[in-house]
């Protein structure tokens, strides 16, 4: 006896398989090809959505979505490192120094062999520290910092007026960092010098250091080219090692008052880059006013 067909698809049927294709029609899930139950798009195509590209874990369940785009931890890694280098290294090796000038410790008698070896008095060395004067340095600096504040004033750069500032206030604020040091330790002169204290550490230095220091950081944004910005970060530097070889040449300082000066000059300066650059990126994000006239 020949069993009758049941129509499909009528109200209230209810079937344990699963639905018939229709003609026309297309199902947005059916079952995968190789039987997992997966889900797939009907045209063959792979999915467009995070969840369908998604891998479930052993229990079955989807795993987590992606994480969110942004730096990645190895690079925050590795400016911490060197945030830490160029802040701590040079002011732990600073708080060494100063500690072994007040406890008259061993490493001062290196640096009175040193110096012994170096100092021969000319009339160059006597020139190159000359560039460590408050007279010559500081109004490169004036000069550098009135060049930026005309320049972003003109241009409508945000917080123009910021960088320049903060390179003043921090020239401004070095005799309270450097007198303080030299009562402290009174560190008595090279036996070149007239008999005296207050020699640790130097201040034609430090002076030389954050004066043209800051006159580069300031001039960097504004230099378009890497080889002018190379320029000036080696004159920059060429000007502070002059000064230096100048001092411990002639006999002014003790060559550890150098060094010294150059760890201190390397935190303050590195603070005021900090402070630059977080300027710089509060410019770039706000739309800098222009205007434009009749041609």
């Not at 992606?66 to 925050?76: A, D, E, I, K, N």
């Not at 007279?135 to 009135?146: D, H, M």
């Not at 401004?172 to 207050?198: C, E, I, S």
């Not at 002076?207 to 920059?236: D, K």
Request: glycine share 10%; charged share 15%.
């Amino acid at each position: 006896m020949r069993d009758t067909p049941r129509p499909q698809g009528t109200v209230g049927d209810f079937r344990p398989g699963p639905p018939q294709l229709r003609p026309g029609r297309a199902l947005a899930h059916t079952t995968g090809a190789s039987g997992s139950g997966s889900p797939h798009r009907s045209d063959g195509r792979p999915p467009q959505t995070p969840r369908g590209a998604r891998r479930s874990d052993p229990d079955g369940r989807l795993g987590t979505t992606p994480p969110v785009p942004g730096r990645p931890t190895s690079f925050l890694r590795s400016r911490l490192a060197g945030l830490v280098a160029l802040l701590g290294l040079p002011a732990l090796l600073f708080a060494l120094i100063t500690w072994q000038v007040v406890a008259h410790g061993p490493l001062l008698r290196l640096d009175s062999r040193l110096s012994s070896a170096l100092v021969r008095p000319d009339r160059f060395s006597e020139l190159l520290s000359d560039l460590g004067n408050v007279q010559v340095a500081v109004p490169v600096l004036v000069l550098v910092i009135g060049y930026v504040a005309r320049r972003g004033r003109a241009t409508g750069t945000d917080h123009w007026w910021l960088p320049p500032a903060a390179a003043a206030v921090l020239m401004a604020l070095l005799p309270a960092v450097v007198v303080p040091l030299k009562d402290w330790t009174a560190r008595p002169g090279t036996p070149v010098v007239p008999p005296g204290v207050g020699y640790f550490p130097s201040g034609h230095t430090a002076t030389a250091a954050i004066a043209y220091g800051s006159a580069t950081l300031l001039l960097l944004p504004w230099l378009t080219s890497a080889a002018a910005r190379r320029t000036a970060v080696g004159l920059c530097a060429a000007l502070v090692l002059g000064v230096s070889y100048g001092l411990v040449r002639r006999g002014w300082h003790w060559p550890l008052d150098v060094v010294a000066s150059w760890c201190l000059a390397t935190v303050l300066l590195t603070s005021l880059r900090l402070l630059l650059s977080r300027s710089t990126r509060r410019s770039s994000s706000g739309t800098p006013s222009s205007s434009t006239g009749p041609s």
